[in-house]
């Protein structure tokens, strides 16, 4: 791996996981309960953590990343910072909206050119950022094992602590892969559409679970994704280098039919037309990681799988907090529209 692809690699996947990894440490927060304070506590410091070093490689990233990374809606998405408004709002927990913004402006280059001053700030970057997945996995790792003792209650399912585990500890692989200049063979990519087969997967499973029993058909339709893919686990486990391509375009189909599915859930949820207990941001969450699946398939097998019209576009921004917060709960019911909810 030479230094262009170093500097190329280290940037897109801190900032794709930076932001994944701050937002894993505000939805515990949010689970918590407030006899935990500690552990509230350290949440909330490990979501500072991560914003720090956000915020360290956007600026690192002006004119050190392609504009084909940029246009993938895997780092942000035209909705990120609505649903970062809205999620502050109704948490009370306050977003630096302000680092979505500077990740909005980056400038791209098609042609980056490695110089020793910011191969050398990569890797401290890179070094840094091990450090700190490396104590937010032990964190994780006690947080499950409190939940699964009994001893801490949280919102969040264990199946998702442990999925959310497993995203931390699959950053620190791929940072360890990149500090040793490990190039991309057949077995890494085989095994990286496993891992993402078996993010999807448990992605439809907690969608399926937070959506209210009324939504019965996007739950048939969460719970559909969930066994489609553990189909697809299956045949790519059974990948040879020869039919490899195959079950890649078949990865990339079913992934792009989820993404559109999740597009759907986070423009419903903006819009307060779904009724779950899905966070604003945790839509959004989700939607950028399918794309960043999508984007690395298209590294493998060369094509382009998101569409056209997902190209990153800056959009008005759909969230007016100033005339949401004119609604007063306790005198304004009647202004609200209740939806009729069957089960």
Not at 38 to 53: C, S
Not at 56 to 80: C, H, Q, R, W
Not at 300 to 317: C, L, N, P, Q, Y
């Amino acid at each position: 791996m030479n230094n262009q692809q170093y500097i190329l690699d280290s940037i897109r996947l801190n900032l794709f996981f930076s932001r994944i990894m701050k937002e894993h440490a505000l939805f515990i927060e949010l689970a918590l309960t407030n006899n935990v304070e500690r552990l509230k506590k350290e949440a909330a410091t490990y979501r500072h953590q991560f914003e720090e070093l956000l915020n360290e490689v956007t600026k690192l990233a002006n004119g050190n990343i392609d504009n084909t990374s940029l246009n993938a809606n895997m780092f942000t998405t035209p909705y990120t910072l609505s649903t970062e408004k809205l999620t502050e709002y109704f948490t009370g927990i306050p977003i630096d909206t302000e680092l979505t913004k500077q990740e909005l402006s980056i400038v791209s280059s098609d042609d980056v050119q490695p110089s020793t001053n910011t191969t050398s700030k990569v890797e401290e970057i890179n070094d840094k950022a091990k450090d700190l997945v490396t104590q937010f996995i032990q964190y994780k790792t006690n947080l499950l094992a409190y939940v699964l003792d009994g001893r801490v209650f949280t919102s969040l399912y264990p199946n998702l602590i442990n999925h959310i585990l497993d995203e931390a500890k699959y950053y620190y692989q791929q940072l360890s892969n990149i500090q040793d200049r490990l190039l991309t063979d057949f077995s890494n990519i085989k095994n990286n559409q496993l891992y993402f087969n078996e993010f999807m997967e448990g992605h439809a499973k907690t969608i399926r679970g937070l959506l209210d029993p009324s939504e019965q058909q996007k739950i048939n339709n969460a719970n559909e994704f969930a066994q489609k893919y553990a189909e697809l686990i299956k045949k790519t486990a059974e990948a040879t280098p020869e039919s490899i391509d195959v079950i890649t375009n078949d990865n990339a189909t079913l992934t792009n039919n989820f993404k559109d599915f999740k597009t759907d859930g986070v423009k419903l949820i903006l819009d307060n037309n779904l009724l779950s207990i899905i966070i604003p941001l945790l839509a959004d969450h989700l939607l950028r990681e399918a794309n960043y699946y999508l984007y690395n398939l298209s590294k493998v097998h060369g094509d382009t799988f998101t569409r056209e019209d997902d190209i990153r576009e800056i959009v008005e921004d759909v969230f007016d907090e100033n005339s949401f917060r004119n609604i007063d709960v306790k005198t304004d019911s009647q202004q609200i529209t209740k939806k009729t909810i069957v089960l």
